[in-house]
T-cell receptor, first 114, second 111 residues
Framework: DQQVKQNSPSLSVQEGRISILNCDYT??????FLWYKKYPAEGPTFLIS?????DKNEDGRFTVFLNKSAKHLSLHIVPSQPGDSAVYFC?????????????FGKGTKLSVKP | DAGITQSPRHKVTETGTPVTLRCHQT?????MYWYRQDPGHGLRLIHY???????DKGEVSDGYSVSRSKTEDFLLTLESATSSQTSVYFC??????????FGPGTRLTVT
């Protein structure tokens, strides 16, 4: 049973516009959430994270929003650039049963068109 | 970039043969992980290690074993490779913080 869900396999956005990638989770014990970006033939790279005690974290063009009551988080990229085209993975962890191990979603492929 | 290398980067092997993948880190991080990535499945944890000689199973550990005799090396072994183990394998490390840092991956094809 999937604990972390990324329901959109792909997303296409025009350069300069906002990209919004969504992620839902089912385990209420998750207390830390991360986004990774992956280019073809490379390993995933850490992008941004958020603790469950916050509802927003911002780093340059990237902002992650957390809605705990809805068990939902989203990654906003503003403005989107062609170099942002990649697969984005959402991940979650808790310090309890999973020993802090990360549970990943299936990923969303973002295409930013010039 | 975190100092993580994986070898080999590509391997083609036949069903039934043993295969060992190596992950090497220069960061002296305590925790190391092996994942596999398959279309439609994202990243799934195979095994992880929280110190030398301390390892544990992840979500998809059947058919895999690991060893960690030194802090810097974490080996993943497929005792008898099967076609279902064709995948891209990633190693990751962390010093105990929640963020894990990934290696470049090994593409394994079992024919």
């Amino acid at each position: 049973d999937q604990q972390v869900k990324q329901n959109s396999p792909s997303l296409s956005v025009q350069e300069g516009r906002i990209s919004i990638l969504n992620c839902d989770y089912t385990n209420s014990m998750f207390d830390y959430f991360l986004w990774y970006k992956k280019y073809p033939a490379e390993g995933p790279t850490f992008l941004i994270s958020i603790s469950s005690i916050k509802d927003k974290n911002e780093d340059g063009r990237f902002t992650v929003f957390l809605n705990k009551s809805a068990k939902h988080l989203s990654l906003h990229i503003v403005p989107s650039q062609p170099g942002d085209s990649a697969v984005y993975f959402c991940a979650a962890s808790d310090t309890g049963g999973s020993q802090g191990n990360l549970i990943f979603g299936k990923g969303t492929k973002l295409s930013v068109k010039p | 970039d975190a100092g993580i290398t994986q070898s080999p980067r590509h391997k083609v092997t036949e069903t039934g043969t043993p295969v060992t993948l190596r992950c090497h880190q220069t960061e002296n991080h305590r925790y190391m992980y092996w994942y596999r990535q398959d279309p439609g499945h994202g990243l799934r944890l195979i095994h992880y290690s929280y110190g030398v000689k301390d390892t544990d199973k992840g979500e998809v550990s059947d058919g895999y074993s690991v060893s960690r005799s030194k802090t810097e090396d974490f080996l993943l072994t497929l005792e008898s490779a099967t076609s279902s183990q064709t995948s891209v394998y990633f190693c990751a490390i962390t010093d105990g913080s929640r963020e894990q840092y990934f290696g470049p991956g090994t593409r394994l094809t079992v024919t």
